[in-house]
């Protein structure tokens, strides 16, 4: 890097300004110059009329102050000895380049969820002087950009990020013990935040809440148990591949565009039976009664629950739920008599009325294709290795022990094939030597029946609607909370949890719900206005904007000190004006006696 003068004559005088520049290699050996940030104007003219002068603040007084700058080669004029400061510009050192841009695009969702008035009167300072408030906004940010563990945050990503800049903080709020002390005050707000967040979300997006989605996720730890009594961190069917780990249940409720409205901890072990009518209660306890659309997948409602939701009338409570395949093979006879009726180009339904339900079965073209070509890569897969141990010929407990091993790999393809094993050997030296017999073959009757089944699911509902498609488009929204479920355990890396106490869990667990918020307002602002683009990437291009402190030493022994964010590039200043957003203006220099800056960052002070 070096610095570049650059000179203007405007109203018959000459200027110069100074920036910093590097040259970057190209192809074919040229050298291209790029600028990083701009510092400003050097007063170089002994008129008094030309005198330019900065604000800075000065840490010896604690206060403004007003300077004139000049170049060390140029003697200060007359009238400005009293503020005026010579700069050795060839001795200027550029130090602490920590990432900007993302930190910035943070604070500008965080303050347009207003999420400051609702979190200041309830984190208050702490007798020490930290400000749970501001550390909260730094979990949240760290959670966002880069997330990893609190140990992470204290070591490393704090001193790399611009997060102190930003909120007029030094190191010390990120001390050893503060970030685990700030998650124990949180989740006891939870339950306000999200009527606070929904109420936002209906301001800025006009949001209704009249159809929600439900489902059920896991995640998983790295701890050893056995836990406590009562602990939530338990055994249980793992989502997540990851059955040799204790882990808890995620229940959560979002709108058709994702925005999420409850969620809750449960324990790792829970039934997903048991989890709906508690989470009926809920969302009617927390924003009233009212005429809702439960919209939900196979396994979580049960036949009483949803006895319990046909009979509920003040506010009627209706639901569009898929159903288990067994169900298909019952009701098959009656629904082949039924016309198909033509939904979308691609999707056909069949509608079947009774008592109180309708029963919508739907035919998907690219369903069909995904399931069919999932079913072949499997089929194939397992016929190879059925041949390999034919021609292995291994030992009666060798053979099936890699037939189980075959069996979990291959899953419902398994029932197609059908297997004729040798005899049993009778005595345990003869189950150890090899055997000839095994033999194999396709179960065509089974295949025809899996065939025409490819590609259809049934739904069941207890709306009104005439309208097949409407029904069939209420269930595909299930995909939001899928999503929800990817970018909590992609983006915000809520897995795996490191954490050893279990309210701390719940903190972490809350800390993500809080990002993920964040990620689902700047999302649907990028669906309006930047639709080719995800959030991901949005806070990777900001990201490549630095935050630098560049130092110049003065004649007297001070040091000039100014924090620059660097330019932004051309697809960055694009996606500035297509979301209206305007980065906001450098913060201005300041003077410090030397030495000052040599046991790390200090942010620029307040104005008083």
């Not at 170049?71 to 000895?81: E, L, S, Y």
């Not at 930290?130 to 909260?136: A, E, N, P, V």
């Not at 198909?340 to 690219?366: C, D, G, H, T």
């Amino acid at each position: 890097m070096y610095l570049k003068c650059h000179s203007r004559l405007k109203d018959g005088k000459e200027h110069h300004y100074y920036s910093i520049a590097e040259k970057l290699c190209c192809a074919g050996g040229h050298r291209v110059e790029r600028h990083i940030f701009y510092l400003g104007e050097i007063n170089d003219s002994q008129r008094e009329g030309w005198l330019k002068l900065i604000e800075a603040f000065d840490e010896g007084h604690q206060q403004q102050t007003k300077l004139a700058l000049f170049a060390n080669d140029r003697p200060v004029p007359i009238h400005a000895a009293d503020f005026a400061v010579q700069v050795r510009l060839s001795d200027f050192s550029v130090v602490r380049a920590r990432q900007w841009g993302a930190c910035w695009v943070f604070g500008l969702i965080w303050e347009q969820l207003k999420l400051e008035s609702f979190w200041q009167e309830r984190l208050r300072p702490s007798r020490e002087g930290t400000c749970w408030y501001h550390l909260l906004m730094v979990l949240c940010a760290y959670r966002w950009i880069d997330p990893g563990s609190e140990w992470r945050l204290h070591r490393e990503w704090y001193s790399k990020s611009a997060m102190g800049d930003l909120l007029n903080e030094d190191f010390g709020l990120v001390a050893k013990d503060n970030p685990y002390r700030c998650l124990d005050k949180l989740v006891v707000h939870k339950v306000a935040l999200f009527t606070y967040l929904k109420e936002r979300w209906q301001d800025l997006f006009g949001i209704t809440y009249d159809i929600l989605l439900y489902d059920l996720t896991s995640t998983y730890f790295e701890s050893d148990p056995p836990f406590g009594e009562g602990d939530k961190r338990q055994f249980g069917y793992s989502r997540d591949k990851r059955p040799d780990c204790v882990q808890v249940v995620i229940a959560l409720v979002v709108t058709p565009e994702g925005f999420p409205l409850a969620y809750e901890v449960l324990a790792g072990n829970t039934s997903d039976k048991t989890t709906l009518k508690m989470f009926l209660e809920k969302i009617q306890s927390q924003y009233g009664k009212a005429r809702r659309i439960w919209v939900m997948d196979r396994g979580i409602p049960t036949e009483e629950s949803l006895a319990q939701m046909r009979q509920q009338d003040d506010p009627p409570i209706q639901y569009v739920v898929g159903t288990p395949k067994g169900q298909l093979s019952k009701l098959e006879a009656e629904l082949i008599k039924l016309p198909w009726q033509q939904a979308r180009p691609s999707v056909q339904v069949k509608l079947l009325s009774q008592s109180q339900e309708l029963l919508v079965l739907v035919n998907s073209q690219a369903r069909v294709s995904k399931e069919r070509a999932i079913r072949r890569r499997k089929l194939k897969k397992l016929w190879a290795r059925l041949k390999e141990l034919k021609e292995q010929r291994p030992s009666y407990e060798a053979l099936l022990m890699k037939l189980g091993a075959a069996k979990a790999q291959a899953g419902r393809v398994w029932s197609l094939v059908k297997l004729n094993l040798p005899a049993v050997a009778r005595s345990k030296k003869a189950r150890q030597q090899r055997v000839a017999g095994f033999e194999f073959e396709l179960r065509k009757d089974k295949l025809r029946e899996v065939f025409k089944r490819e590609g259809r699911y049934l739904l069941r509902t207890n709306l009104k609607e005439t309208d097949p498609a409407k029904v069939w488009e209420f269930y595909l929204q299930l995909v939001e909370v899928e999503q929800a479920f990817k970018d909590l355990k992609g983006d915000l890396c809520v897995r795996p949890i490191f954490h050893q106490l279990e309210r701390r869990i719940e903190a972490h667990i809350f800390v993500c719900f809080l990002a993920y918020s964040l990620q689902m307002t700047l999302r649907h602002q990028l669906r309006a206005k930047a639709p080719g683009l995800t959030v991901r990437q949005v806070l990777e291009k900001f990201g490549r904007m630095q935050m630098m402190d560049v130092h110049f030493p003065t004649t007297d022994g001070r040091e000039l000190v100014f924090v620059r964010y660097t330019q932004p590039e051309k697809d960055q200043q694009l996606l500035l004006a297509q979301m209206n957003w305007e980065l906001p203006p450098q913060s201005p220099p300041r003077i410090t006696a030397k030495g000052n800056l040599q046991n790390g960052y200090r942010p620029t002070p307040a104005k008083a």
